[in-house]
């Protein structure tokens, strides 16, 4: 439920905006429309991506310790997950965001995104972005490179878990258990780690577009 949530909210946060400014490109954007709508999509960002550690977990007891799962992941577990993903993500978004609004931006004032993204934002300030760029890449390491390590450790032994199972229907069932949430990891972590990880040099930024639409709206819609 948590996950859907960030999942309509992202949508909700760059669609309109995105369709405005198809519909109507001479519209601008306020400064501090701009600033809300990089705050909230970076907040989405980092709990998604949190949460989908958070699932992983869960399905990693539901599949190795059945007989366990309500024990380990109790009410308290679960809530305790869902609202520390919460937390880190808009702690995360609330530090780019302090680093953006410390500096000047003399023009020009056009972004080449669909929307207010940090990395577009940053290419229009008139000043060193460096530090800006040693947080993200932190933060991507953080809640991108970490997350997907836990993810694929938690896989590795689901795999191993349903390997022994016996029957070819409690096979069947685990593993369409875990694919819909293993496509998404793979989509969502590998599109979003090229995208803020790889080299900027290889990815022009229409490349970064086709990018962005995959994380943030093709996931979504799935």
Known sequence: SHLAIVD???ACNTVPQMLVNLLNPAKPISFAGCITQTFLFLTFAHTECLLLVVMSYDRYVAICHPLRYSVIVGWR????????????GSL???VHVGLTLRLPFCGPHEI???FCEILSVLKLACADTRLNQIVIFVASVFVLAGPLCLVLVSYTRILVAVLRI???EG?????????SHLCVVGLFFGSAIVMYMGPKSHHPEEQQKVLFLFYSLFNPML
Not at 77 to 88: E, Y
Not at 171 to 179: E, G, H, L
């Open 92 to 94: 995360l978004a609330l």
């Open 77 to 88: 577990v679960c809530i305790t997950l869902a609202g520390t993903s919460w937390a880190c």
């Open 171 to 179: 096979r069947r069932k685990a593993f369409s258990t875990c694919s």
């Open 112 to 114: 080449n995104h669909f």
């Open 166 to 168: 016996q029957s070819g």
């Open 8 to 10: 309509i909210a992202y």
